[in-house]
Every structure is written in C-alpha cells, then in structure tokens.
C-alpha cells in the first residue's frame, strides 16, 4: 500500500502547505507520516515519497540519513531514547542509562530479545530540570517520561507488555 | 556611541516617587556632573521595584548594589563613596531579609531585587494556551489591531528599532535592523520563518513560551509580515517539541477561524497565512540557513553567506527568521512603545531575558529577568543558593555553545555588550550552575560529544576538528593526556573558531576554550599529575581485551 | 555597475566579468588557489574551505560614492574572517591575498584536517599520480602530523555503489564534488550523502545502483581516491601510462577522449589501453564522456575475435593468404564485375570513405551507405556550421528534438541540450512515447507512432504556436532520430524538419540547423561525401556479382539473407561477424585506437584521433587497404591520413580549408584545465591535440520537397514492434565490455498495462517472440509511459527487426506453454 493510500487526507494536507513549484519541501512531513505505523521508514516508502516529490530515493535516502528522528531500520516497539546530554548527565542520566540497559540485557542501542524495547542514548531531549528522562516513540507519537528512576521505568515497561498482549 | 562603566538606576514607582525619587534622581545628575564624571556614568530610572518596603531604591551597575531606602543626603556618599572610589557603601544598602521567597517560574512573585520581570512569560501557565479567548482577553491582538489599523509598516520597524530589542536566538542582532533589511528587499514574494528549533541543550525556554503562549508567535509573526510586506509564515518547530507542535498547529487553526490569519485580516488589505514545520533531530537546523535548507527538503547544512536570507532566504526569497523569544518581544513593545521596552534591561541590551536555571542550585527552573543582572544575583536570588551550601565554581551559559563561566566573572552583568567585552558569550539562556565537584574536563568532554554527533559535516574544520578535540578530552580523562595534548587543544580551538563555516563550528570550541583560558591547572593536574581533581574521570584507559594466545 | 571589474590578487591585476568567483578570477592571473570542493562546472559549495583568502575591499565614502582614498590609493579594508574564494564574488578595487601568513594558515589547517582523517594509503591507491590531495600535501603540507592517534580512522575500503563505481570510504573527504555533478550537471541525483558530520558517506539507493549514464566522470573529478571505476581500479599506476588523444567511436556526439595505454607483463609485453578518459573540448563534450564511451569505449578492439590475417574462401574454408594475394584478388574481382557494388558504414574515417570514393569512381562502382536512417543529405545542406557551439545556445534560442529518445542514443547531446534548457533555451519534445529530457522540456508534443512527418509538417503552419516560436527565435536547432521509423520515413521526418528551419530562416548561419540523432560515428561523414543508402539491400544482393563490405554486418543485422546465388563478397572488417562468415574475401582492419584518421560528427565537426597502441596481427588501415587495391587497378591513391585528408578537401566542397593542421588548434579553453596542477579540473585530460574544425555551410538554394510517409501505425488487434535504441545493447562494441554485462541485461520488451492486461500478460512475465522468423525469449516490463498498440523492441539486443529498420506489425498470439 503506497502512502497515499494509506493516508489519503493527510498527504494532501502536507503537500498544499508549501509552493506547487517546491513539493520536495514536503519530504519531511511525509518521512514522519511513512514512519508513524512502524517507527521506521521502509525503503519502499523511500522510494513512493521520492516519487510523489519528483526527487530520487537517494535523495530521500540521505535526509533519512541525516537527520535523527528518522530511523531506516526497526527498533523494538518501544524505543526508549534517553537524555545523555550534560545537564542531564549532571543529574544521573548516565547511570540512569547504563542500569536501565543492564536491568534489561541490553546494549545502548540494542533491542530486547522479545523485540518490544530498545534503549538508545540521545541528545538534548529540553527537559533538563527533569532528568532523569526519557521520551519514546510509540504509535501515538512522541512521550516524555521525566523525573524516572529504574523502578519506574521497568514498571512502566511491564504495564505496556500487559496492554500489548 | 558612549559606553558607561557604571549604571545607576533610580526607581521611579509611584510609592518611591512619592518619597522623593524624582529628587534623588535630580541629585544623582548633579553630583555626577560636578565629578565630571557624566561621560562614563549612565543615569536610568527603575519601574516596579518590587521592593516597596525600601523605596526608594538606586541600584548601581555593573555591581549591582542595591541601596535603599535612599534619602536625598545619601546621595552624595554614594557618589563619593561608590561611583568615585569604588567602594560599596555598605551602611546604606537595602535590607536582604526577603530575598528567600520561593521563586518558582510560572508563579508571580514579589520582593525580590532586580525585579523579575515577565514580558514574554507574562502569560505563559496563566491562559489556556488552546483558547484563544483566553489570549485575547489577555491583551492578544491588540498589537496587531494597532498595527493593521494605524500604522505604517515603517513604522511598526521605528518602534522596534527604537526599543532597541536584540535577537535572543543568541547572536544578538538588532531585531529592527533586520526587519527593515527584508522591508527593504524588493520582492512579489518573502517569508517570515520564526526559529523554533530550540536544541542547545540544557536550554528550554523557547518550549515553555510555545507551550504556554502559542499565540504570541502567531501574532507576532503575523505583525512582522505586515512590516516587512510578506504574506506567509513558517514556524521551525523542533521535531522533539510535539506538544507546542500541536499547540501551534492548535493556534494557528483558531487564529485562522477568529479571521486573525488568512486573507484579509481585521478587514483590511493584509492577508498572512502561517504553516508549521517540523524539524527532525538535527541541532544545526537552529543555523537559520540550515533551517531554510530543512524547510526546501534538504539536508540541514547551512549556506555560506552572503547571500543572507533577508534578501535570499527560503526558495531564494527575501525571508524573515527570527528566534521566537524575540518575537514574543514584539506585541508588548508595539503596545507599549519602543522608549516603554528601554525601561527595561541596559541602555545598550535592553529589555528581558528568559533563562533557563540548571545544576547544583536549589532552584531549577525559568525565569525572566531584565538584561545586565549578574550571574551572582541569579545565583543567590533566583537560584535560592546553592545546593547543600557548596561552592559556586562555574556556570555554563547558552548551551553547548555557551561560555564556561568562572567565579572571578560572577559580578560581570549578563548583557550582550558586558559579556562581550569579558570575552564570554550570553549563548541561548540556559545558566548550568556548576559546584566545586564538578570536573570541567568532563564537563567539557560531554559537550564536545555533542558537537561531535551534532557537526552537520559540511565543513572540514568542523567536521574533523569537533571530532579531534572529543578524542583528546577522551584521552585526558582516561589518563591517557599529555602535554602535547595542550598544545594541540590550543591549536584546535584557535583554528576552529576561524576557519569553519559557520555559527557551530565557530563556537564549538568556546566551552574548551574558557575550560583552558580559566581552569587551566586543573585540566593541568589531569595531565601532568594524573589525578582528577574532582574525582570524577575514571583516569584510567579502558583495559583492553588481552590478545588471546593461539 | 559597469560588467566588468578589475581587482587585484596577490599584486597582479585582473579586469573580469562581474559576477565572477575569486577562485576564477585567479585563474586568470595565473594564481592557483587551492581547492578541493570547488570545481569551475560544478560551482561553489564552500564545504572543504582549503580557498581560503584574505580579500579586503575598498572604503566606499557614502558622502561621494568613491573609495576613500589614502596618499591617492584606496583605502582597503580586509575582513575579520578569512573568505573562501569558491563563494566570493569579484569586486570593483577588490585586493585578494592568497599568499598572506594568515592566508596560508588557514588554508594549511584545512589541509592538515583532512589529512588526519585521511589513510596514507597512495601507495596503493589509484588516484596516487593525479590525487590533488597528494599534490597539494606536497607543495604545502606539513611534513609530520602534529596529532598522535593509536588508531587512525577506519571505514570501509571497497564499498560498490553499482557495479561500475567504487567507494573506499576511509578516503573520502566528503567534498562533495560527485553529489553535485550527479545532481547539477547530469540532473541525476542518484548518489547521495547519508548520515551527518564524520560519518557521513556517499550512498546510493538507485536500481541498479548508481543509476546514472554519466557515472564515471565522477571518479574524474573525485579530489582523492575515494570513487574509482570498476574498469581500472587497480590496474596500472598513472605514471606509468602513455596517453593517446582520440574520438569516442561509439556515437555520433564525436567526444574528445584520451586512451591511456601502457605496456603489460599480464598482456604479454603488449601495449594496451588501460582506461578511457575525457579530453576537454569545451565546444563537444566539455569535461565529460558517457558510460559507454568510458566502459566499453575500446574493449571491442581486444577481442579474440579479431580478424588478423586477410583470409580466402577455398573449398568452403578460409585459408590465410599474403596481404599481396588479397589484394590482387580483391583487384580482380573487382574489375571484372559489371557493376561492383561498395557497402559502407559510418565506422570508417573520412580518409577510408574518401578513397573508397575514389575507388569506386575509377570502377564506376555503386557506393552504398549502411544504415538505417535517412536525411543525411539534409543535415550536409542545412545542418551546423562552423562557429556553432550548443553551449551558447540559451535565452532566445530554441532547440527541438523529435523521434529520439537522446539519453540512450547520442548522452552527451543529451546533457548539452539539458544545459541549454537551463540558461533558457526554449526545448520541445517531440516523440511518441516519454522520454529523460521531457523533464527538461519546456513543451511535449507527443504523437502516435506513424505521425511523425504530419507533426512536424503542422507545426510548419503559419498559425501554428511553434512555427511563431521558431520564427521568433534567434537560434534554432532541430535533432532528429529514426525512433519507429526506416529508411524512408526518417528521411521524410528530415524533410519536414529542414522545411521548418528554411521557412523559419534557421539555417546556413552558426547555431542553426539539423541535426542527426545517427548510429555510428562518422554517419555524417560518409553522407557528406556522398555515400547514399538504399531501401532494399536484399535486391542488390541478389543481383550483384561483387559486393565490396566495409565495415558492415549485414548478414548479422538480419538486413539481408543470403541465398544459394550470392554475389562474390570481399569483406573489411575488424571482428569475425556473421558477414565475415560467409565472405569470400577477408580483408582485417585496423582498430581506431591503432590507427590515424578523423571523423565528421553529428555537429559536422571534423575531429583527429590519433594511434594508441601498436596494430593487432597484419590488419592494416582501411585507407591504406583501399589504397592497395587501387595500386593493382592502375590508381594511386594516397596513404598518409593527413594527404588523404588534403585531397578530400579539394574535391569535396564541404571539407574546403580543413587539413590536419587546422583540426589540430587549439586555442584557450575556459575553464582551464592543467594536468600539472590537478586540484582544478580534476584527473580530465587537457587538449593539446586540437579541437577540431566544422564544415562550411553548404551553397544551397533549394531543397528537395519532403515526401515520404512515417513510419507504421498500430492496428486493431495487432501490434507494432518498434525498434528503440538503447545505450547498452548487445552490439558488439557494447558487449565486448565486460564491465556493462549487467547493465545491458537481457532483452526487455516494453508494452502499455492495458495492452498487456487485454492479452493476459503480468509485468516480469517471459514472453517468446516471433518477428519475421526471428525468435527470441523476452522478458515484459509493463510501462505506462508506452502507447497502446506498442511493442518496444531494443535494436541489437538479439531480436533482429530490420526491414530497413522499420517497425514491424505482427499480430501476437498468445501460446500458453506449462
């Protein structure tokens, strides 16, 4: 099923925001809708976006490539992204980070072998006062869970296996 | 222009006037006069003290003492004393006592010295930010009415010209100035981009006025359309930023039914439309030529200028960027009126500045203050002290690429012009509060690490020299440094700041920099003695894996 | 503002066009800016910085609106920053320092920044020689790292990004000279920049990867190492190789190239060609060369294949004979034949066709012309002159093309035209079905196979919105190919075409004309001379006693049978084709790399290429074979290239004034390219070895009246097969290049979805073909873009349709096998 199809309204609306002569302008938003189902861009979206825009899916490709909240290969469902930076990392966010991956066998990055987390260290998430936190991408969107400890978090976890299963 | 070494300050509130402000003012004039000191001695009047129990009071810059209350004979010992000899007149300054009230951001609050006051907060966590009759009856929209209706574009730029309001994006670039740049530009087509790609770290206040004010970008953005003659707007929002996102999106849809955006607003000629675009994770998109590029669909690598985006911005247009607490500036000045903002701040930074306080203090949080407060006062007042009665040791302003600012500097006032000169920079608002515990090495390690993943890698020095520089601290902390190290972070430092491209780059290397301008024996100790001072680098190597034995 | 400024760089002034870059400027002063990112087609992209300069400007008094002057100078003020010259624009009293201490540190940090990142692997490399990056540490680099690193930086070393194109990753130094020349020269955005700072690297996400013809000119300009091609890659070192200045045999286009030859223990002491690269002609192909020309530009000539000895049919086997006894044989048959017939083709030089014409004449032979594609006398009356350059083709100007789809028949035409479109030229398309430049076009005409002359005669009506455009134009030219159309009908579309021009006053004047889309490289040549097809070789094969075939297949081509009577044949050619087969007489030539002569181009260039490598076996020159033989019949003919050339010249109009000694000038080219300071243009080639020289407009006064019909049009329940020309065929110059198997593939057969829906057909579906009695399996790719009715059919790709090369109607059956 090709973007479009899938979400009909939604292409429209993001193509009449910007000049009929500048479409690629689109890219970005269509990037976050291919990505909304899964939490990854699959190559063959890449390709229906490239085509939609007039632009190649190298072109595609490389915006995938740059630019962080855009990910070209699945991660656990949950993918729980943890502020490193320093004013979190002040408060504890490192070994926030490093117990969390520990409690749940995993390396920074990595996916839990049932394929519902992955942990991954990223910058600045703006919430410094906050940390320990983490956001997470979920079908929904976007969470902030602030102010965590390992309790919670693994609490937390626990509650989205019980709603998933 | 002529810059003061010293601001006096008199409050002007009707209860100090009432007291004789007026007349101490006068005094003030005069005893300056008579030392001839009139050319380095600036003389301002102080609104809303919020200290009416010792009104009148005179705060003195760049020390920022606080008298009070002044009767008109202490005048002349505060001139002779202070002004003249350098000496605070410690009998006469005002009473500490109610300096401990809880500040909290978001609450109002009295009785504290200087004054905290909201211009761009002033509504934020008081309205409810997905109604706009709730903005309106908050003064929203006035600004514009007053524009669309009375106003030329010209002159909606003469007052900002006059308030003398500075981007807060950091840079500090008189907004006015900019604003008639695009005015001037002759073009069927320009754009208004407000920079809300917020994503220094440790900085969140563009987030909290997206949050809570969403409709002051709006109106903001659309009276700078109206003055620089553009017909639609985007806002940059950070692709993390999903609540103020849907706040803005919210915003703009209520502006578009309320007829406040769309095609002629308020019933006259001006049409303006305004769309949200999100970025994706890239801090070099706040770069306002990265974030055009981001905008066309590009990879967000920033242009080399010139051109400048005020005559070739977005789809090669002349395009509008300012930072959003800068526009949030924009309905109370054009309320109010330019000379109102001057009140506010320091002759040369007037106005407010939100900051973001973070670290070893006891309060964490927002706060917006006028320019030229020191970084002590913050501290100490708004800060509430430090934690567990610690040492102030440095703070860290504007993010990654903000000063490492040591105690020997806490008294300089924070203002574009005051930092300049101490050769530190205001960065983006974000004041990271640091105690003695705190090692700078690995403070600075963990912001190169950012540049590292951050550099965009258009640029060699930067790309190559963000990553140098991370290496060597990494080598530093794990007791790998030596001498040579020093060298070639002098090196990387001086080269960085010259030869990359742009605003990333060139600031990359400022923590590094002040961490060997001001601590320099303590990245010393690492090296020659190794020992973290601290105690917090592991100042060992990582043990590698022996070779297994065939 | 005036147009031109004058400033200063390092002490010598320059008055240039306003608008121009410092970099450049300098140039022309002889001051070598160091550059990496920048390249003079490519433009600024200001990523590697290493053009750091110091420029100061004049202090302009606002008051009088002069520079404030200083015991009479200006008064200049130089910028806090140092500014790179790839990005800045020359200015009036401008005064730019490339040499200042500040100058040159910046611009040596740049340099030792990427060399810390860099692997010191030149050793190994095969851009070692002609790496930029080598040079410029050369003259400037420090002598030793000032940074000490247990490990240097490690990424992947042979990264393919198609089968064509290499990446070593660990040398890259991101300038993004490839990403640009994909996106802005070739319009092919197909390779790209993934992740950010670092770690970013060159991807490509094409199908297959790096999907572009134009492919290899980007390990051209690659500043290091990073981008090599499959082809040379490790296969000699660019020191040890000679290099031999030539013409691209593979199209009409005529690119100017270099074979870079070298002498090999692994081809046994031989000299070969090691690697094809462009040679600069700003007025043909600039910098560039295509794919083909590159890859499969002369492995033809190596083949095993090869003709070495003159042969003789004997008791139904060939025997090798004495080059003498060929000869003679060749003589005497050809004398006592009645009317001996010459089959000649485009591959020859204008030397061989030029004493094949003589030859002919002293035997009163017929001189037959092989091709499928007519017009030819056309495009020698109204086709370009001397003085016309596509690349001053724009704003004003109009450029029609029709019946060719330019990318895969004539690529470099293809980017030139593209180009003229973006300065302004106003393109239109004319073709049946969609093809890569429509992207380009500013209007599509699109018509139904068998349309074609109509259209362009309807266009020809006073009324007509493109009659105006034409009329209107300052320029006009028109490219025309043979796309579902023989002999006949592409004669009559050159027909209509010239009618347009004439009407229009678009001919006879620089700029203006026709232009053949042809198939081989000297097409145009040989119909400048005279040679003229025929509509039915069959006919003359069945008649004649004596065929003389030069540089011909057409057994293999399927454009004659042979039967039981079969006229004596006398065959010159370089490779054992299906003609040599069932010669009586084989005579072996030479190869173009072994050998002098010239070619007249498309654009009616006349162009030198020169010998490369020693001949292969006793082949000889066809000039020089032909020259033999008429020796034997009491004709002497010349033998030297360059005294053919003087002799054709006097005796063919067209050719008067041109001599080797003129195609052999050169004059400056911008921009200027200088292998001994690579960092400009890249590895490229400069030309030293001529530039050419174009035909004169011929003296005409009228023009014959455009009859002929098109080509076939589909019919109910049929289709029609239309021959297409691809880039990538299985001719035997294409597919005697190792390197281009995959991206020819197998034989691909394009129709409409509702056509391939009404006969049950699913897109990937294996198909067997019939056509005329030739089979052939078939993969279908179901394409919109194909009109209804439509069978695509690529020329040489193992399905013979000749018929004169015109489309075939054939009723499809479908036979449902298990």
Redesign the interface.
């Known amino acids: 099923m090709t973007l479009i199809e899938k979400y009909p309204q939604e292409v429209k609306q993001i193509l009449a925001r910007y000049p009929q002569d500048q479409k690629r302008s689109a890219v970005m938003p269509l990037l976050y809708l291919a990505q909304r189902e899964n939490g990854f861009v699959h190559r063959r979206d890449m390709k229906d976006i490239g085509a939609m825009l007039d632009i190649t899916e190298t072109d595609v490709a490389s915006l995938v490539g740059f630019y962080s909240l855009y990910h070209d290969e699945p991660a656990g469902r949950l993918r729980i992204q943890v502020c490193t930076d320093l004013s979190c990392a002040l408060r504890g966010a490192d070994d926030f980070l490093a117990a969390l991956c520990e409690s749940l066998g995993v390396e920074p990055g990595g996916t839990t072998p049932d394929g519902l987390v992955t942990v991954e260290p990223v910058m600045c998430l703006a919430a410094c006062d906050k940390a320990p936190l983490f956001q997470v991408q979920t079908g929904a969107g976007l969470e902030y869970h602030e102010r965590m400890t390992i309790e919670k978090t693994l609490e937390w976890i626990e509650s989205r296996k019980e709603a998933a299963s | 222009m002529n810059f003061s070494r010293s601001m006096v300050l008199v409050s002007s509130d009707p209860e100090s006037v009432r007291r004789g402000a007026d007349e101490i003012y006068a005094l003030f004039e005069k005893e300056i006069a008579a030392r001839d000191m009139e050319g380095e001695i600036s003389i301002s009047r102080l609104t809303d003290t919020g200290r009416p129990d010792a009104a009148p009071i005179v705060v003195i810059y760049p020390e920022a003492v606080v008298y009070g209350p002044v009767n008109a004979e202490n005048v002349k010992e505060i001139v002779e004393e202070h002004l003249y000899k350098g000496r605070v007149a410690e009998h006469l300054l005002a009473p500490t006592r109610e300096l401990s009230g809880r500040i909290g951001w978001l609450k109002t609050r009295k009785g504290t010295l200087p004054a905290e006051k909201r211009i761009v907060l002033r509504r934020a966590g008081r309205i409810d930010p997905e109604n706009i009759e709730e903005y309106i009856a908050e003064d929203g929209y006035q600004a514009l009415a007053k524009a669309l209706t009375g106003m030329k574009a010209t002159e909606v730029i003469d007052v900002l010209k006059e308030s003398g309001l500075q981007g807060r994006g950091g840079a500090g670039f008189p907004t006015g100035l900019k604003w008639s740049f695009v005015a001037g530009t002759q073009s069927e087509k320009k754009y208004v981009v407000c920079n809300a790609d917020?994503?220094?770290?440790?900085?969140?206040k563009d987030?909290v006025i997206l949050e809570g004010d969403p409709l002051a970008i709006i109106e903001a953005m659309t009276i700078a359309g109206y003055a620089v003659g553009a017909d639609e707007g985007f806002v940059y929002v950070?692709?993390?930023?999903?609540l103020a996102q849907n706040r803005l999106e919210n915003a703009v849809k209520q502006a578009r039914e309320y007829g406040l955006l769309g095609k002629n607003i308020m019933d006259t000629a001006f049409s303006f439309d305004i769309?949200i675009?999100?970025?994706?994770?890239?801090?070099?998109c706040g770069e306002e030529t990265a974030l055009l590029e981001?905008?066309?669909?590009?990879?967000?690598e920033p242009r080399?200028r010139p051109p400048y985006p005020t005559t070739e911005g977005l789809?090669g247009k002349p395009t509008l960027v300012n930072n959003v607490e800068t526009l949030a500036n924009v309905p109370p000045i054009l309320l109010n009126g330019g000379q109102w903002y001057r009140q506010f701040g320091t002759p040369s930074s007037p106005g407010t500045k939100v900051y973001?306080i973070?670290?070893?203090v006891n309060f964490?949080?927002l706060i917006e203050v006028p320019m030229g407060i020191t970084l002590r006062e913050v501290v100490n007042i708004y800060g509430q002290g430090m934690k567990d009665g610690a040492t102030f040791k440095l703070a860290?302003t504007g993010?990654?690429s903000g000063s490492v600012i040591p105690a020997s500097l806490q008294d300089t006032p924070m203002d574009f012009e005051s930092f300049r000169k101490a050769g530190v920079s205001l960065g983006s608002g974000?004041l990271?509060i640091?105690d003695e515990n705190?090692c700078v090495v690995d403070?600075a390690l963990?912001?190169q690490k950012?540049f590292?993943?951050?550099?965009?890698?258009?640029?060699?020095?930067c790309?190559?020299?963000?990553?140098?520089i991370h290496?060597i601290l990494t080598g530093i902390v794990e007791g790998r440094g030596t001498l040579?190290d020093m060298?070639?972070l002098d090196?990387l430092v001086d080269?960085l700041t010259?030869?990359?491209?742009c605003g990333l780059g060139q600031t990359a290397s400022v923590p590094i920099n002040d961490v060997l301008k001001y601590f320099r024996p303590e990245l010393e100790a690492h090296i020659k003695l190794g020992v973290c001072p601290c105690g917090v680098c592991p100042m060992s190597a990582p043990v590698k894996e022996p070779a297994a034995v065939a | 503002m005036t147009d031109r400024v004058t400033l200063t760089i390092d002490g010598k002034q320059v008055t240039v066009p306003a608008g121009m870059l410092v970099v450049d400027a300098a140039k022309k002063v002889a001051v070598h800016i160091p550059i990496f990112c920048y390249h003079p087609k490519l433009g600024s992209a200001a990523m590697c910085r290493q053009c750091l300069v110091e420029v100061g400007r004049p202090i302009i008094d606002h008051a009088t609106g002069h520079p404030e002057l200083e015991d009479g100078f200006p008064r200049i003020q130089f910028s806090a920053k140092l500014e790179t010259a790839c990005t800045t624009l020359v200015s009036e009293g401008m005064v730019v320092l490339t040499q200042s201490e500040r100058a040159r540190k910046g611009q040596k940090e740049v340099l030792e920044f990427l060399l810390t990142s860099h692997p010191l692997d030149c050793p190994i490399c095969d851009k070692g020689g002609e790496c930029p990056l080598q040079n410029l540490t050369m003259a400037h680099g420090p002598g030793k790292s000032r940074f000490l690193f247990d490990e240097k930086h490690h990424a992947e070393k042979q990264v393919p990004l198609g089968e064509l194109i290499f990446l070593d990753r660990e040398r890259c130094i991101q300038c993004g000279r490839c990403v640009r020349f994909q996106e802005n020269v070739a319009g092919e955005p197909v390779i790209g920049f993934y992740q950010r700072g670092r770690s970013m690297d060159i991807v490509s996400f094409s199908e297959p990867g790096f999907d572009s013809v134009f492919s290899g000119n980007t390990t051209d300009i690659c500043p290091v190492g990073a981008l090599t091609t499959a082809d040379f890659r490790f296969g000699a070192r660019p020191w040890e190789l000679m290099a031999a200045a030539s013409i691209c045999s593979q199209c009409a286009v005529g690119c100017n190239t270099t074979l870079n030859t070298r002498r090999e223990a692994r081809s046994d002491g031989q000299i070969v060609v090691k690697r094809v690269m462009p040679r600069q002609n700003e007025q043909v192909n600039e910098l560039w060369i295509c794919d083909k020309g590159r890859f499969a530009g002369y492995h033809y000539t190596e083949r095993d294949d090869r003709l070495l000895k003159p042969q003789v049919r004997r008791d139904d086997k060939f025997r090798s004979v004495s080059w003498d006894a060929a000869f003679l044989q060749a003589a005497e048959k050809l004398q006592d034949a009645e009317k001996p017939v010459f089959l000649v083709s485009g591959r020859l030089s204008n030397e061989d066709l030029f004493n094949l014409l003589q030859l002919a004449d002293g035997l009163g032979a017929e001189t037959l012309l092989y091709t499928n594609m007519g017009g030819g006398d056309l495009t020698g009356m109204v086709g370009l002159t001397s003085g016309s350059n596509l690349a001053d083709l724009g704003l004003g100007d109009v450029i029609l093309v029709v019946a060719s789809d330019l990318q895969e028949e004539a690529p470099l035409w293809w980017l030139r035209i593209k180009q003229a479109a973006e300065r302004g030229a106003m393109l239109i398309v004319v073709n049946p079905r969609e093809t890569k430049l429509e992207k380009h076009a500013d209007y599509v005409v699109r018509y139904a196979y068998g349309d074609e002359i109509k259209t362009i005669q309807d266009m020809n009506k006073a009324t007509h919105k493109i009659h105006k455009v034409f009329a209107k134009a300052a320029n006009a030219v028109i490219f025309y190919g043979s796309e579902g159309l023989g002999l006949e009908g592409s004669s009559g579309l050159a027909g209509a075409c010239t009618s347009l021009l004439v009407d229009t006053g678009h001919y006879a004047r620089p700029n203006n004309g026709l232009v053949g889309v042809w198939q081989r490289a000297n097409d145009q040549g040989a119909w400048e001379l005279g040679f003229r097809p025929v509509k039915d070789l069959q006919v003359i094969f069945d008649k004649s006693e004596v065929v003389y075939i030069v540089g011909a297949d057409p057994v293999g081509d399927g454009a004659v049978r042979l039967k039981k009577r079969k006229p004596f044949m006398i065959v010159q050619e370089l490779l054992s084709t299906d003609t040599v087969g069932h010669a009586d007489l084989v005579l072996p030539a030479r190869a173009f790399t072994e050998r002098e002569g010239t070619y007249t181009s498309g654009e009616r260039r006349v162009q030198r290429f020169y010998q490369a490598v020693p001949p292969r076996g006793e082949s000889r020159p066809d000039y020089e074979i032909v020259a033999e033989i008429a020796a034997r019949l009491d004709t002497a003919l010349e033998r030297e290239p360059g005294l053919v050339m003087d002799q054709l010249a006097e005796h063919i109009p067209a050719f008067g004034g041109i001599s080797y000694l003129k195609v052999s000038e050169v004059v400056e080219q911008w921009p200027v390219i200088n292998r001994s300071e690579l960092f400009y243009g890249g590895a490229v080639y400069e030309n030293t070895q001529g530039l050419g020289m174009q035909l004169r407009p011929a003296p005409v006064t009228s023009f014959p009246v455009s009859k002929g019909k098109g080509g076939l049009r589909p019919k109910e329940g049929l289709l029609l097969a239309v021959p297409v020309n691809k880039l990538y065929d299985q001719g035997l110059t294409v597919l005697s290049a190792p390197l281009l198997r995959e991206r020819i593939g197998e034989l691909k057969v394009c129709m409409n979805p509702d056509e391939a829906d009404r006969l049950g057909f699913e897109n990937g579906a294996r198909l067997r073909i019939g056509l005329n009695g030739n089979n052939a399996k078939a993969l279908l790719v179901v394409d919109p873009t194909v009109p209804s009715g439509i069978l695509l059919v690529p020329r040489s790709m193992g399905l013979p349709i000749f018929e004169a090369g015109m489309p075939v109607l054939s009723k499809v059956r479908k036979k449902v096998t298990g």
Request: glycine share 16%.
């Open positions: 917020e994503s220094e770290p440790g900085t969140f987030r950070r692709g993390e930023y999903k769309h675009h999100s970025g994706a994770g890239a801090y070099i981001s905008i066309e669909g590009k990879r967000g080399s789809w973001t973070l670290g070893n964490t949080g860290q993010g990654s974000a990271l640091c705190t403070l963990v912001l950012f590292k993943f951050e550099s965009c890698g258009k640029c060699t020095p790309r190559v020299g963000t990553g140098r290496e040579k060298e070639n090196y080269s010259r030869i990359s491209n």
